[in-house]
């Protein structure tokens, strides 16, 4: 049987899954239709970059290296399967 700390874990890991597949489609949508994507990926790299770098030297778990990753290529919208991204050179 589940105990209520161990649902309340489990509701609240699928709850910022959930918040992290509305804000990464969002991102996308916003991405597809903006007026100068190129300007656009070289910013995202750009902030991509700077962010990972502070991720990185900062003295957090590697979960939350893996999570940055993650939701880099959930915003970029790329399939490892694939190799499909959706800003080119990020």
């Not at 709850?15 to 994507?37: C, D, F, S, W, Y």
């Amino acid at each position: 049987m589940t105990t209520p700390e161990e649902a309340t874990a489990t509701a609240s890991a699928a709850n910022v899954l959930g918040t992290e597949m509305a804000l990464a489609a969002a991102l996308r949508a916003l991405i597809k239709t903006h007026p100068h994507p190129n300007l656009l990926a070289q910013e995202l790299a750009q902030q991509r970059q700077f962010s990972q770098a502070h991720l990185e030297a900062s003295p957090v778990p590697d979960k939350a290296l893996m999570g940055f990753e993650l939701t880099w290529a959930l915003i970029l919208h790329r399939d490892p399967a694939q190799d499909v991204q959706l800003v080119p050179g990020s």
